[in-house]
């Protein structure tokens, strides 16, 4: 079975930083889906961005940018110039194509924008 | 974009007594769907996987007479937790495959006193 791993559980930065957040993950599956949420203290999840294991070309969309490396089976989530509007808990999360499809989360990582 | 939508929203019942959560597909048809549970400052646990006209798939450690899963149509499962108890309170949340995307509804917060 798939397993992500997040090995930060609490980032605090002040406004304005850059913040990484890490996200490594096993899989033996050769299709797969690499996924970030965002989880504001409400608990509803706010999709990211969704990557196919055949895509590795970075990617950015406004002040976030995602690092995707299939040799360190890693896919880093960046936030530049952070502001207090980010604080929350963000997941990584992988789905296989092969069987159930289902989505399997990271622990998540609290990040904490101070003023 | 697809929607999911789950109710309640929040619920608090008394110890012993059984709660249903309701997920509903409102703009396409869901064979399949999933039910996570979310413990305070925890992650996401997959609970189990719900088809459409057959019986639920259960992870590991999840009982199945205690989390009873109904995929009775295309756009409605539901999940009742039976005989509450003050440790199954959390947060609960479908979510359904769209191509290759997912949507989650919106959680349903239990509170068991």
């Known amino acids: 079975a798939q397993k992500v791993t997040q090995a930060q559980t609490e980032i605090s930065v002040v406004e304005k930083e850059d913040v990484t957040l890490d996200c490594v993950y096993e899989?033996?599956?050769?299709?797969?889906?690499l996924f970030w949420y965002k989880q504001p203290p409400s608990g509803e999840l706010v999709f990211l961005i969704r990557?196919?294991?055949?895509?590795?070309q970075n990617e950015i969309s406004g002040r976030y940018s995602w690092n995707f490396q299939k040799s360190t089976s890693s896919f880093n989530f960046t936030i530049t110039a952070s502001q207090v509007v980010d604080s929350a808990v963000y997941f990584c999360a992988l789905s296989e194509a092969k069987g159930n499809n289902d989505m399997r989360f990271g622990a998540g990582t609290r990040l904490t924008v101070k003023p | 974009g697809a929607v999911v939508s789950q109710h309640p929203s929040r619920v608090i019942c008394k110890s012993g007594t059984s709660v249903k959560i309701e997920c509903r597909s409102l703009?396409?048809?869901?064979?399949?769907m999933f039910w996570y549970r979310q413990f305070p400052k925890q992650s996401l646990m997959l609970m189990a996987t719900s088809n459409e006209g057959s019986k639920a798939t259960y992870e590991q450690g999840v009982e199945k007479d205690k989390f009873l899963i109904n995929h009775a149509s295309l756009t409605l499962s539901t999940l009742t937790v039976t005989s509450a108890h003050p440790e199954d309170s959390s947060f609960y949340i479908c979510?359904?495959?769209?191509?290759?995307?997912?949507?989650f509804g919106s959680g349903t917060r239990l509170t068991v006193v």
């Open positions: 703009d396409f048809q869901a064979t399949t």
């Open positions: 990557r196919n294991s055949f895509d590795e």
């Open positions: 899989t033996r599956d050769t299709t797969y889906y």
């Open positions: 979510s359904v495959m769209i191509g290759y995307g997912y949507t």
